[in-house]
């Protein structure tokens, strides 16, 4: 079945406008255009498109989507399956928010008691569950299950006060990394100090801390765009920079470098 832009936008609701903008950004073309000029959509751009809905609902940014689906190596029911899994851990993630509101709500109202920690299980489940969709794949096949399992649950048995202090040091790296960056000297008495803050941050949950493990994982930070991207919200270049003062910080070269 063929759609006129008008269709297919009250199909998938969307603006008319959102699909022409596709077509311009070449994220999303018509198959043909008739005899008056109006783009007519099939079959192949209907899955296309939702496709983009799909990696828009789950916050990916227009220049992304396209690079994915535009690679020739892009799978889609593979894509699919994907999909599925994030939407059913963002499912597990409301349910558990729902039922820590409602616990709240009792709690308030005097009908039950709930204890400190219990306040933010919810908020401490939704962060171990996004690393493991980000980042969850790299980071246990560079330092195995038991490591991981171990760090997320030394996470999810955070007292409300170390949770506090965990979030507020989060920030103090971001913020010390920012100031550092100026010096453009990552050997320097600013670099080092967000080194060993980092460090510090670290020790929240990792199951033990090692030298070698921090300059690892500072050299995956400037691999992996993914990371990059957090710290370089910090500071341009900020991931790399941060790597460069870890691996002062340490004297530890990582084994594997993909510059």
């Given at each position: 079945m063929e759609y006129t832009v008008q269709k297919l936008a009250r199909m998938a609701g969307v603006s008319t406008r959102t699909l022409r903008y596709y077509d311009e950004i070449g994220l999303l073309e018509p198959a043909r255009k008739n005899s008056s000029g109006y783009r007519i959509y099939g079959r192949e751009e209907v899955d296309k498109l939702q496709q983009i809905l799909f990696y828009r609902e789950l916050g990916l940014d227009l220049d992304s989507?396209?690079?994915?689906?535009?690679?020739?190596?892009?799978?889609?029911?593979?894509?699919?399956?994907?999909h599925r899994e994030k939407l059913l851990a963002r499912r597990r993630q409301l349910d558990l928010l729902i039922t820590n509101v409602e616990s709240t709500i009792s709690a308030a109202e005097g009908k039950s008691k709930m204890a400190d920690n219990e306040k933010f299980k919810g908020f401490k489940q939704k962060l171990v569950e996004d690393n493991e969709q980000q980042y969850g794949a790299e980071i246990r096949g560079k330092y195995g299950d038991d490591t991981?399992?171990?760090?997320?649950?030394?996470?999810?048995?955070?007292?409300?006060?170390?949770?506090?202090?965990?979030?507020?040091?989060?920030?103090?790296?971001?913020?010390?990394?920012?100031?550092?960056?100026?010096?453009?000297?990552?050997?320097?008495?600013?670099?080092?100090?967000?080194?060993?803050?980092?460090?510090?941050?670290?020790?929240f949950t990792w199951p033990a801390y090692s030298k070698e493990a921090h300059a690892g994982l500072a050299q995956m930070y400037a691999d992996d765009e993914r990371f990059a991207a957090y710290y370089d919200k910090a500071c341009e270049g900020g991931a790399r920079f941060l790597r460069d003062a870890i691996l002062v910080y340490t004297g530890v070269e990582p084994e594997n470098s993909f510059e």
């Open positions: 989507i396209q690079k994915i689906i535009s690679n020739p190596s892009f799978d889609g029911p593979a894509a699919l399956r994907m991981v399992d171990e760090s997320n649950a030394k996470m999810l048995n955070m007292s409300e006060e170390k949770y506090e202090e965990f979030k507020s040091l989060e920030q103090k790296v971001l913020d010390a990394l920012a100031e550092a960056c100026g010096t453009g000297d990552p050997s320097g008495k600013l670099a080092q100090k967000t080194a060993d803050l980092h460090k510090e941050w670290l020790s």
